[in-house]
């Protein structure tokens, strides 16, 4: 498995931008999909998007379409969640996930980075 750190959460207004990185290290990152899901307090997780592993692929939720945009740099080991125009609905742990390619579960989560919009 590979392992993953998440960083760049924080207390943002609404209306802000936070950039979430994810680092990955432990194996060959360019062979997998990676996401973002998030928990906020007394929900479930939930996913937020998600990336293939050539970066040629996104996917999101409804909840974020237009606001948040996934990236990754295989060079870096790094994927990234560029979160944009944020909501106090926004706030939540937000986590990274790696699924390696031909699976079909991830295996590998970080340990979670807070995200909290003020109204």
């Known amino acids: 498995q590979v392992q993953l750190v998440e960083s760049g959460g924080g207390l943002v207004q609404a209306g802000g931008s936070l950039r979430l990185s994810c680092v990955a290290s432990?194996?060959?990152?360019?062979?997998?999909?990676m996401a973002w899901f998030r928990q906020a307090p007394g929900k479930e997780r939930d996913f937020v998007a998600a990336i293939n592993w050539r970066g040629s692929s996104t996917d999101y939720a409804d909840s974020v379409k237009g606001r948040f945009t996934i990236s990754r740099d295989n060079g870096q080991n790094t994927v990234y969640l560029q979160m944009n125009n944020l909501r106090p609905d926004d706030t939540a742990v937000y986590f990274c996930?790696?699924?390696?390619?031909?699976?079909?579960?991830?295996?590998?989560w970080g340990q979670g980075t807070q995200v909290t919009v003020s109204s």
């Open positions: 432990g194996r060959i990152f360019s062979i997998y999909n």
């Open positions: 996930a790696a699924k390696r390619i031909g699976t079909d579960e991830f295996g590998s």
